[in-house]
């Protein structure tokens, strides 16, 4: 038994990272401190004055264990791995995980290559960016292509220059192909160069070297030619407008802001580089509860910046920042030079905030009403189920449903709404196996005792070998069973429920003569609901989600069942041995002719295999089974 009181004593004056853990030893906090002792003891001291949130969490802490670091960096390190790792509920969640484009100039190269990418790495290449918009880059990149030829190709040059002919770029003008040695090293860096400058935000020249040429093929009458340098003037601007917003500073920054309220927050972050904005983002923070702004800040920054390959010099934020020193240093050894944060109070800088902390505010108003009207079509909808049911706790819906052609390739689905919402990973889907022909009743009930028995039965298996029994593939039951269908199979699922000895609530789904939902059979009753309630719509997606799932499964199956083959019924031939047959042989007439020893030259074929063909298409058969046969019809 953990004696929290006891560990407490036993915590070192060190720093490091601690985990705190439930009584279903899931890990539901993770933090750093620079004394452990002093840090973990405040969490369990009575006078400390501690915030709701906090309160919340020290309740289902059951033990705690730590790890000592050498340094604060080290902890700040390893805390924001372990938040990434296990996602902690009670730790303030970055929502959005998001990997920016860049463009990469692979300047270290001879020939230089302008390309896509989202990851920055040491390589001597120059990057630009981060891009909000992974359209707008790619759109530039053909523009670099279009303008100043630059190659795409992934040859080697020059080692590659006259082994292989020119590509189509080269064939439409959109490149000038260094690969056969058609443009010196040196002409060839010139473009390289002028689109470094266009990169960079000089926009004037290219658009200036367009108009001549634009003008130039008007004048001689080659009005194709004049169009085409039109449309890249205005791709140009359309993409030097993407950057309209300039910093007097010429520096790189991120501004980073936020708003909240209630357990959510927005964080937005403009990403300026060279004096110019090239984006900007937005990021949902989850379960916030009463934190302040400086911490939920705080707790942006390293979820983010854990994961981003670029960090600029200068981190605009909005308030002072606990950890402000230690945060520096450690983005600061991973930039490879210096990173400050700073809080704008006027001037240039504080308007820029401003403009972000808008941004924020924006984004938060417009979220909040979408989650509301999620919110009322979900978990509102469950809550006016549970009222019209008189059930409490309807967590966890399963619904069943059973699909067939006239008794053929019998299937059955379940499908698991959770708080209104679907949880497809649940999804569960049975091909029947004891039950022929079109009973769907008996279908029904092979479906729910071997859906509840494996439940039963791999609980018992994960108790014994001391495992979560929630993270089982069938372990997890339904608070409520959602039948499609009536009276009849609803009697089916509580049968099968009294057998296996299991109390769960059971609904059947009844359908009007259009085949359309109009009301739950339940306790001997059928329970109607206004047309346009959320729990209406909700029971509805439920039923044909159901369907669908059923329907989808059975299709497939019997789409497999016509793509046969006549070399599929012979004893010992499968699709490896069947692929080979057809490869040698090429088709199946050849197959049939053939003797056993030609048989045997297929080095896939064994000679009692060969023996077991040549009997197939030469055995005394009945006449219509025969000629079925010879016909390659079975």
């Not at 670099?144 to 189509?168: Q, T």
């Not at 060839?188 to 003008?215: P, T």
């Not at 053929?408 to 679907?422: C, D, I, L, P, W």
């Not at 077991?612 to 046969?629: L, N, T, Y």
Request: positive net charge; hydrophobic residues 35%; proline residues 3%.
């Amino acid at each position: 038994m953990f004696d929290i009181q006891e560990e407490l004593k036993k915590l070192p004056a060190r720093p490091g990272v601690y985990l705190m853990h439930n009584a279903q030893d899931e890990i539901i906090y993770v933090g750093k401190a620079r004394v452990l002792k002093n840090r973990v003891r405040q969490y369990f001291q009575t006078g400390y004055n501690r915030s709701v949130k906090i309160e919340h969490m020290v309740s289902h802490i059951a033990y705690f264990e730590y790890i000592i670091t050498d340094s604060e960096l080290e902890a700040l390190v390893l805390e924001c791995n372990l938040i990434k790792e296990h996602r902690p509920h009670y730790n303030t969640m970055l929502k959005d995980d998001k990997s920016y484009p860049y463009i990469r100039v692979t300047v270290q190269e001879e020939y230089p290559r302008i390309l896509f990418c989202r990851n920055v790495k040491r390589d001597k290449s120059r990057y630009f960016g981060p891009y909000t918009s992974a359209g707008a880059v790619k759109e530039t990149i053909e523009l670099m292509h279009k303008v100043y030829k630059i190659r795409n190709c992934s040859r080697v040059l020059p080692r590659d220059i006259g082994k292989e002919r020119a590509c189509l770029y080269h064939q439409i003008g959109q490149c000038q192909a260094p690969c056969q040695g058609l443009i010196s090293k040196e002409e060839y860096r010139k473009n390289v160069d002028q689109a470094l400058r266009f990169l960079n935000g000089d926009d004037k020249k290219i658009l200036r070297d367009l108009e001549e040429k634009m003008q130039a093929a008007a004048e001689n009458l080659e009005f194709e030619d004049a169009a085409e340098y039109r449309d890249l003037m205005n791709s140009v601007k359309r993409i030097g407008e993407k950057q309209k917003i300039n910093d007097t500073g010429g520096e790189d920054r991120d501004i980073i802001a936020m708003a909240k309220e209630g357990d959510e927050a927005v964080v937005s972050i403009f990403f300026i580089r060279n004096g110019k904005l090239l984006g900007r983002d937005h990021f949902h923070m989850g379960g916030i509860g009463d934190s302040q702004s400086s911490e939920i800040l705080m707790d942006f920054i390293k979820q983010f910046y854990m994961g981003t390959p670029f960090i600029p010099r200068e981190i605009l934020v909005q308030e002072e920042i606990p950890d402000r020193e230690i945060l520096e240093k450690w983005l600061g050894d991973k930039r490879g030079a210096k990173v400050i944060f700073l809080t704008p109070k006027r001037g240039s800088k504080h308007k820029m905030m401003e403009l972000a902390r808008e941004n924020a505010r924006n984004v938060l108003v417009k979220d909040s009403e979408k989650l509301k009207r999620e919110e009322k079509r979900t978990a509102g909808a469950v809550r006016e189920l549970e009222q019209l049911l008189g059930i409490r706790g309807l967590n966890r819906m399963e619904a069943f449903d059973i699909s067939n052609t006239n008794g053929y390739e019998n299937v059955a689905s379940m499908v698991v709404f959770e708080k209104g919402k679907a949880r497809r990973s649940d999804y569960r889907k049975f091909k029947i196996r004891t039950v022929a022909g079109p009973d769907d009743y008996r279908c029904m009930e092979e479906a729910l005792e071997r859906r509840f028995s494996h439940g039963i039965r791999e609980k018992q298996e994960r108790q014994e070998k001391g495992l979560d029994e929630k993270l089982g593939s069938f372990t997890r039951f339904p608070d409520i069973l959602m039948m499609d269908g009536g009276k009849g199979q609803v009697n089916v699922a509580v049968r099968v429920l009294e057998k296996l000895h299991l109390d769960i609530p059971v609904c059947g789904m009844v359908k009007d003569d259009f085949h359309r939902t109009r009301g739950l059979y339940y306790r001997n009753e059928i329970i109607a609901f206004p047309k346009n309630s959320e729990a209406f719509r909700m029971i509805t997606r439920l039923q044909d989600e159901a369907h669908r799932f059923a329907i989808e499964y059975h299709k497939n199956l019997r789409r497999k069942g016509q793509v046969r083959s006549v070399l599929d019924e012979i004893k010992g031939v499968g699709p490896a041995r069947r692929k080979a047959l057809m490869k040698h042989f090429k088709d199946i007439d050849r197959i049939r002719q053939a003797t056993v020893e030609e048989l045997c030259a297929v080095p896939e074929i064994s000679e009692k295999v060969a023996e077991e063909i040549h009997s197939f298409f030469h055995q005394d058969i009945p006449g219509e089974k025969k000629d079925a046969v010879q016909n390659g019809q079975i």
